[in-house]
């Protein structure tokens, strides 16, 4: 398995995953994030100046013969920039492990490549697969949102997930390359 930055190349994947309504998985909403792949171009080049897209950058997930299984991100959440991730995978590659070794990566290079004190991630509280793999890679629940999303027709409560810098400690997958 591969993590690398999404590039322009990816659009088509982007808006096949966007626009299927079995890819947001039962605990999003179906279509969440449709989008026209022109629209997407277009975000791509000339990123939105909203809070949200701050620094949101996605990261292919992919498998070594270089086949697309999903995409993780990490943005800064406002108003306090704290830094976010969230991941997605296609329904047929889910189940395997890829989505917690993709979160524990994930965590790993944001703490390496960035000063930041903790990474966040907010999960529907019925999605307990998203828990688990949360729970993984060394994230602890921080407390729940009330209705905090409106998902299929209902106000919703979100899991605040959170690990901190001293309880990383180090990386688990990616290794640090000290200078002697
Ligand atoms: C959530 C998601 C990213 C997880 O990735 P994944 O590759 O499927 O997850 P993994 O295979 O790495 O791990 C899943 C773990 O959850 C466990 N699990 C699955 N269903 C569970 C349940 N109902 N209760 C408890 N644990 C459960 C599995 O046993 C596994 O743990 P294990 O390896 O210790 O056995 C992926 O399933 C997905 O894309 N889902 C749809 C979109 C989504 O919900 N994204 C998250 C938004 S917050």
């Given at each position: ?38 629209g ?7 990123p ?18 270089g ?44 703490f ?6 903790r ?33 299929r ?18 990386p ?9």
């Amino acid at each position: 398995m591969n993590l690398r930055v999404l590039e322009r190349d990816d659009i088509d994947f982007l808006a096949e995953c966007f626009n299927n309504m079995y890819f947001w998985g039962e605990y999003s909403n179906p279509v969440f994030e449709q989008t026209s792949k022109s629209g997407l171009m277009q975000n791509f080049d000339n990123p939105p100046n909203i809070a949200i897209s701050i620094e949101w950058k996605k990261f292919i997930v992919q498998k070594k013969d270089g086949n697309r299984m999903g995409f993780v991100w990490h943005f800064i959440n406002q108003p306090y920039g704290v830094m976010e991730i969230g991941c997605f995978f296609v329904p047929s590659e889910r189940g395997k492990g890829y989505g917690a070794e993709a979160t524990q990566l994930m965590v790993d290079y944001l703490f390496l490549s960035k000063n930041i004190g903790r990474i966040q991630a907010c999960t529907n509280v019925r999605n307990k697969t998203a828990q688990k793999v949360l729970e993984k890679a060394g994230l602890k629940i921080e407390g729940t949102i009330r209705k905090l999303l409106f998902v299929r027709g209902a106000w919703t409560d979100y899991h605040l997930y959170s690990i901190l810098r001293e309880e990383w400690k180090e990386p688990k997958i990616l290794t640090r390359t000290e200078k002697k």
